[in-house]
């Protein structure tokens, strides 16, 4: 039973699907602390024709230390027409754009009211779009115990969901929250994800890597599954 972990970001880049696609199990992490900085968790890179840009959903109480399951976000704007204009504006040349971009504005338009709601809403699609067979788990819906934190609670999760191989990121952050060794005691094996990023035909020129999944769907369309199926895990 192969299992990853990960917080659930907004259109999240390529990497996070080959993860996906790799494992058994993917959990969302969805109820552990909100980045007051600045965050993936409602912020993704786009390619315009003038180099990468963010596109950022406001949310409300960011600095109250909330869990991601309880962001709400914020309507009071005009970031939604904002945010349609500059996707047709820099895809509505793509190849893949009326294929994507319809079931994608639909899930804005539903206006959830939630942060974790839409970002799971567009994840999903993109599941469904490449006929991806993981199973999804929340982790705010594991019985995993109280005031667990660290290795203790990535641990939690994965005896819940009988983790036999916990799947890794090599980055600082996931190196915090893992050990070999306590992983090892209790049965399961701790594998390093890596991810060799494809290049694929983008618009605009010189090619940018790590932007948001929604950039290679655009201009790939259902190939979009090969390209971002290999990985390297050690």
Not at 135 to 156: A, M, P, T, Y
Not at 161 to 175: D, E, F, L, P, Q
Request: proline share 3%; aromatic share 14%; charged share 25%.
């Amino acid at each position: 039973m192969l299992v990853a972990i990960h917080q659930p970001n907004f259109l999240p880049w390529i990497g996070f699907f080959n993860k996906i696609i790799n494992v058994d199990v993917f959990v969302l992490f969805d109820d552990v602390q909100f980045p007051r900085g600045h965050s993936f968790g409602n912020r993704v890179l786009i390619k315009t024709n003038t180099g990468s840009q963010w596109l950022t959903i406001p949310v409300k109480g960011k600095s109250d230390l909330l869990q991601f399951n309880q962001v709400l976000i914020d309507y009071s704007g005009r970031w939604l027409d904002k945010t349609f204009r500059t996707v047709k504006l820099n895809y509505k040349k793509s190849k893949y754009f009326d294929e994507i971009y319809e079931p994608i504005s639909k899930i804005f338009l539903s206006k959830p009211r939630k942060l974790v709601d839409l970002n799971y809403l567009l994840i999903m699609f993109v599941k469904e779009y490449l006929e991806i067979k993981t199973e999804f788990i929340f982790s705010s819906n594991l019985d995993k115990g109280d005031n667990l934190s660290g290795v203790e609670r990535i641990l939690s999760i994965l005896k819940a969901v009988n983790s036999t191989v916990y799947i890794s990121g090599k980055g600082k952050g996931s190196a915090r929250y893992i050990s070999e060794e306590i992983l090892r005691n209790h049965g399961i094996k701790l594998k390093y994800h890596e991810f060799d990023f494809p290049v694929y035909k983008q618009l605009y020129g010189e090619f940018i890597p790590k932007l948001s999944i929604v950039d290679l769907l655009f201009n790939c369309g259902k190939e979009s599954k090969n390209l971002i199926s290999k990985s390297i895990i050690d």
